[in-house]
């Protein structure tokens, strides 16, 4: 038999790990690598119309695929329109899909994987499948499939990462709730009387948030890089606006003539994952109580 105090001590069975998480990212240079990152793209993003020194879609006729200049710090495209604004821009809709997609994927995919793994039998078999048959297409596949059937746009192109996203968190999350389920302060909560939704959102889901936390930091990166493979097919966002996958789509014509229309969206890319994975590195590590030492 369970002893009464655990019945009272299993309504706040985890540890506050706020502070210690904050401290350990600030203590690994990873970890600050990819906070800075992406802290600059933000401040970039929401500050484009002030920091932005041109127009994205203003054209100029007479500076067609200029090079680097005091005017135009990272040269022109085919139309004219400076490089650097349309990379500055470029950041609302890499972030903005980042942001939606990743949290329908995690909101969707949570709900699911709680009910799954807590339920358990043909509930979690009937789900578990359904996630199977999505993960066993493409990802890129069955986002084109999607944007294809809804047509092309930002909202549709969230919608349809987002969907790609769930089967990963779903299967996460249950897999986290068979394992937690079991354990001594979750029967407690069972014994003591408290009702299925009770032990899942205080009992189970606060035990495996970091998990999820840190599969969602490395799920928007992967969904950044869908967005820009949407764009560069043309089914993402529609020209004139401007996102990194459609500037790489115009450099590709004029890789050997100018290349430097295609390093900068390149670089920022490469720059916006490299920092959403170093951060999913150090909260992973930072969230792990065997790697934080205590």
């Known amino acids: 038999m369970i002893a009464a105090s655990t019945v009272r001590t299993a309504s706040r069975p985890y540890p506050r790990v706020a502070l210690p998480t904050l401290r350990g990212l600030l203590r690994t240079g990873p970890g600050v690598f990819g906070l800075g990152c992406i802290g600059l793209m933000c401040v970039v993003a929401v500050a484009a119309?002030?920091?932005?020194?041109?127009?994205?879609?203003?054209?100029?006729?007479?500076?067609?695929?200029?090079?680097?200049?005091?005017?135009?710090?990272?040269?022109?495209?085919?139309?004219?329109?400076?490089?650097?604004?349309?990379?500055?821009?470029?950041?609302?809709?890499?972030?903005?899909?980042?942001?939606?997609?990743?949290?329908?994927?995690?909101?969707?995919?949570?709900a699911l994987g709680l009910v799954a793994g807590y339920r358990r039998g043909l509930v979690d078999a009937?789900?578990?499948?359904?996630?199977?048959?999505?993960?066993?297409?493409?990802?890129?596949?069955?986002?084109?499939?999607?944007?294809?059937?809804?047509?092309?746009?930002?909202?549709?192109?969230?919608?349809?990462?987002?969907?790609?996203?769930?089967?990963?968190?779903?299967?996460?999350?249950?897999?986290?709730?068979?394992?937690?389920r079991t354990l001594e302060y979750v029967y407690a909560a069972?014994?003591?009387?408290?009702?299925?939704?009770?032990?899942?959102?205080?009992?189970?889901?606060?035990?495996?948030?970091?998990?999820?936390?840190?599969?969602?930091?490395?799920?928007?990166?992967?969904?950044?890089?869908?967005e820009a493979g949407l764009s560069f097919l043309g089914l993402g966002v529609q020209p004139p606006a401007p996102t990194w996958g459609s500037m790489v789509t115009t450099a590709r014509g004029f890789l050997q003539r100018d290349p430097w229309l295609m390093l900068a969206p390149g670089a920022a890319l490469c720059l916006l994952v490299l920092g959403l994975n170093l951060l999913g590195d150090a909260l992973r590590d930072a969230l792990d109580p065997r790697l934080r030492g205590s």
């Open 49 to 110: 119309p002030g920091v932005a020194p041109y127009d994205p879609a203003q054209q100029e006729v007479r500076r067609l695929l200029e090079g680097p200049s005091a005017a135009h710090l990272l040269g022109t495209d085919d139309l004219g329109r400076d490089t650097l604004s349309r990379l500055i821009y470029g950041a609302q809709p890499a972030l903005a899909v980042g942001m939606i997609a990743t949290g329908l994927a995690l909101l969707v995919g949570t």
């Open 126 to 180: 009937t789900l578990m499948r359904m996630m199977d048959g999505l993960l066993a297409v493409p990802t890129l596949v069955l986002a084109l499939a999607i944007t294809s059937a809804l047509g092309p746009g930002l909202v549709n192109a969230m919608l349809a990462i987002g969907v790609t996203g769930i089967p990963g968190f779903a299967r996460l999350v249950r897999g986290q709730t068979v394992a937690t």
């Open 190 to 226: 069972y014994l003591s009387g408290a009702s299925p939704a009770r032990i899942v959102l205080r009992h189970i889901l606060p035990n495996i948030v970091s998990a999820i936390i840190v599969q969602a930091s490395l799920s928007m990166a992967m969904d950044i890089l869908a």
